[in-house]
């Protein structure tokens, strides 16, 4: 019965997700307890996979479809939303190719998958080189996150609340990022069903629970709940793990620690503050980085790790930092949900949580996403027929929701990573309360790099940084502002 109930508040989270956007200031609404009935619910009576009555009933006589897709993360984690799927060994590569079968079959087309993942911005190149050749090169892009930003910037994506059929309010779209990245009306690009790379960079937090039986801990999901997950609570528990394994006197990757990070991590502490480089507010992006709030958690985050008995960077050892969680050498680890796999094959006994509010007078917990492992579905400009592009995306957006996300959510997070009732109480959590920095996205004034070189420093002077970048972070947000409003 209780894994009834957790599947269904997975469910109904979604759900909650993809209601529409609010207006004013982006950040997150307040949404329903996602246990409780909502009407939102989709009609069960009707055919689940049935082609939406506003779009096209067009055939387009084996049109091949084709999906450009790019990533920085080249190391084989992130999953292919359109890879080549003639055999499926994963239940979502399954539900990927039973998606693709039913469109091509309704819409009579032929989907086909083009990906190039590698850290060399191939995402901005392909598209820029396609759209200045003035042929149809490519239908759609999954396009890497720094890579679509670029291109919005230089006015080489279409407008998606404008494209023929897409109706971005629909449930299969996310509405975080729809209004987190929403422009007076403009969205060059976007995520939801379609894709499932954008939600497996999603940030969370993972615990070796042994350790927390060692201690005589009670299991913090309780603390979760009450709202009292922070990152004081965090640090002393951190503080409490540190043992020097192999006896040598000096702390490395081969002995044990209450923390393990990369330097990004702390840009994902500024966001599951509340904090972001910037946002949308009131018909302009402007810079929000330089409050109290902000400072205190890049230095916390900083202060924290500047005591190297207690926490590792993972990048300046031989040892990964998945790796020493992997290996039971750490207690916590903050990463996304693409670290998972790394653990499934291992008797390790571990937990999730979401990564911690700033303090208890924070109102909610946040959940950053990883803009290294993430992509957004774009249309570049050389796509030249709307109706046909609109039609076939918004067609492939809906029967995801119904086959793709169960098999990530239900069959791979529930009912294989998740190793507790509990932890898949706190993915709720964390799906509930998504947000994207434009500041992040759009990279405004550098300072996405200087933060992370804060971390990699052990460097507390946040008032210096900001200063030393604010000029350059003026002109892009005006430059932003210019181009972004516009509609290209």
């Not at 399954?94 to 990906?115: P, S, Y």
């Not at 402007?286 to 207690?310: G, P, S, W």
Request: hydrophobic share 35%; glycine share 6%.
């Amino acid at each position: 019965m209780k894994k009834t109930k957790t599947l269904l508040c997975l469910a109904l989270a979604l759900l909650m997700l993809l209601l529409p956007a609010c207006a004013g200031p982006a950040k997150p609404q307040e949404t329903a307890d996602p246990a409780a009935p909502s009407d939102t619910a989709p009609d069960t009576t009707a055919d689940p996979f049935a082609r939406p009555d506003y779009i096209a009933k067009d055939r387009y006589d084996g049109y091949e479809f084709i999906v450009l897709m790019t990533n920085l993360n080249a190391s084989g984690d992130v999953l292919q939303d359109f890879g080549a799927l003639d055999t499926t060994t994963t239940v979502i590569e399954d539900a990927q190719f039973r998606r693709n079968e039913r469109v091509a079959e309704e819409l009579d087309v032929k989907l086909t998958g083009i990906t190039d993942y590698s850290s060399s911005n191939t995402g901005y190149h392909k598209v820029l080189t396609a759209n200045k050749s003035g042929d149809n090169v490519y239908d759609m892009g999954v396009i890497a996150t720094y890579d679509a930003g670029r291109l919005a910037m230089a006015g080489e994506l279409r407008d998606l609340s404008s494209l023929g059929f897409l109706k971005l309010e629909q449930p299969w779209w996310d509405q975080n990022i729809n209004r987190d990245v929403n422009f007076d009306g403009h969205i060059y690009f976007t995520t939801g069903d379609i894709s499932l790379t954008t939600t497996m960079a999603m940030y969370n937090l993972v615990f070796n629970k042994d350790m927390f039986r060692e201690k005589n801990w009670e299991m913090p999901y309780d603390t979760v709940r009450e709202g009292k997950w922070t990152f004081d609570k965090m640090k002393e528990y951190v503080l409490q793990i540190s043992e020097d394994l192999d006896g040598n006197e000096i702390m490395n990757d081969q002995d044990r620690y209450g923390f393990v990070y990369i330097k990004s991590t702390i840009i994902a502490f500024l966001g599951t503050a509340g904090e972001q480089i910037a946002r949308v507010d009131g018909g302009e992006i402007k810079l929000t980085l330089n409050t109290e709030r902000a400072e205190k958690a890049i230095v916390d985050f900083v202060e924290m790790t500047q005591d190297r008995d207690h926490c590792l960077n993972g990048q300046t050892n031989s040892s990964s930092a998945v790796g020493m969680f992997s290996d039971g050498k750490c207690l916590f680890r903050a990463g996304e949900h693409i670290m998972f796999h790394y653990f499934r094959d291992t008797d390790l006994d571990y937990g999730i949580l979401p990564l911690p509010k700033l303090d208890e007078q924070q109102e909610r917990y946040y959940t950053p996403f990883g803009g290294w492992d993430a992509s957004f579905v774009c249309v570049p400009n050389c796509s030249e027929d709307a109706e046909r592009t609109s039609t076939v995306m918004e067609y492939l957006a809906k029967v995801s929701r119904e086959l793709v996300t169960p098999a990530y959510y239900e069959k791979t997070l529930v009912g294989r990573t998740v190793r507790d009732e509990e932890s898949a109480d706190m993915i709720t959590i964390e799906i509930n309360n998504r947000v994207f920095d434009v500041g992040y996205i759009y990279d405004i004034g550098g300072y996405k790099n200087a933060i992370e070189q804060l971390s990699s420093g052990f460097s507390t002077r946040f008032s210096s940084m900001y200063a030393a970048y604010s000029r350059k972070a003026e002109k892009d947000v005006a430059n932003a502002n210019a181009q972004l409003f516009s509609g290209n």
